[in-house]
């Protein structure tokens, strides 16, 4: 299995890594900076350099679902590369640092909607959620007003982990109603925003604090059914 070197730091940039497999999937890596493609965000893209100083595109990351293996999508050059080769794997760093932006930004638009989060994309330009509400009047303003000043005091975001059976005896924790928690492998992460704004478990990439997403904007607010309303955010620097 791939170890997931942005669990615990978020802010790497690259990483050696041996090719554990290489198929119409992608490539396996024995590590990787890379984050697949879940919980509504994005996965990573950026390059595999061979040591001969070439490089191989990776168009996105994603996991499999069928086996878990861990997917580096390529382009036909992959086709060079064998087992046992050692690479250096790149982020598009730009990218990636955006949607660590957006993703905390998410959390602090669950923060500021009370509701379920019924379904949800983070991109590296804008975002949106879907709350469960029904007849609920959102005014954009206010919202953004709330965000920017979560933003200015600058709180910090800690990990923090869980056992499977403290989550099981904790469903409160889990805000988002279409994407459950991943549970299985022993222990799931809790990220936690300042004292009391926001605690939920969450795979994602994020910020260290608060101040680093930047100046927010509320787009539209839509109504999507009965009992849905979206709600789009994006950076004003996008």
Same mark, same amino acid.
């Given at each position: 299995m791939t170890e997931e %070197? @942005?669990?615990? $730091? *978020?802010? %790497?940039?690259? /990483?050696?890594?041996t090719v554990l497999s290489v198929d119409d999937a992608g490539v396996e890596l024995d590590q990787t900076v890379f984050y697949a493609m879940g919980g509504g965000q994005l996965g990573d893209t950026g390059v595999l350099k061979k040591a001969d100083g070439s490089e191989i595109q990776i168009t996105d990351t994603r996991k499999d679902p069928a086996t878990g293996r861990y997917c580096h999508q390529? &382009?036909?050059e992959a086709a060079d590369l064998a087992v046992g080769d050692v690479v250096t794997a790149e982020l598009d760093w730009e990218r990636r640092?955006? !949607?660590?932006?957006m993703h905390?930004? /998410?959390h602090l638009l669950c923060a500021t909607i009370e509701g379920g989060v019924t379904g949800g994309?983070?991109? *590296?330009?804008?975002? +949106?959620l879907d @709350? $469960? !509400?029904?007849d609920t009047a959102l005014d954009k303003e206010? =919202?953004?007003?709330? !965000? &920017?000043? %979560?933003? $200015?005091? $600058?709180?910090? %975001?800690e990990i923090s982990w869980i056992t499977d059976e403290e989550m099981a005896v904790n469903q409160d924790l889990v805000r988002t109603m279409s994407v459950k928690p991943p549970t299985g492998s022993g222990h799931v992460r809790i990220m936690k925003i300042g004292d009391n704004v926001d605690l939920q478990p969450c795979g994602g990439t994020h910020v260290k604090r608060t101040s680093e997403i930047g100046r927010l904007e509320v787009g539209k607010i839509e109504n999507k059914g009965k009992h849905n309303r979206r709600v789009n =955010? +994006? !950076?004003t620097d996008a």
């Open positions: %070197l @942005f669990r615990e $730091d *978020p802010y %790497l940039k690259s /990483c050696e890594a390529t &382009n036909s640092h955006r !949607l660590m932006r905390t930004a /998410c994309s983070v991109g *590296p330009h804008k975002s +949106r @709350f $469960d !509400l029904e206010v =919202i953004g007003a709330m !965000l &920017n000043r %979560l933003v $200015d005091e $600058d709180h910090a %975001l =955010i +994006r !950076l």
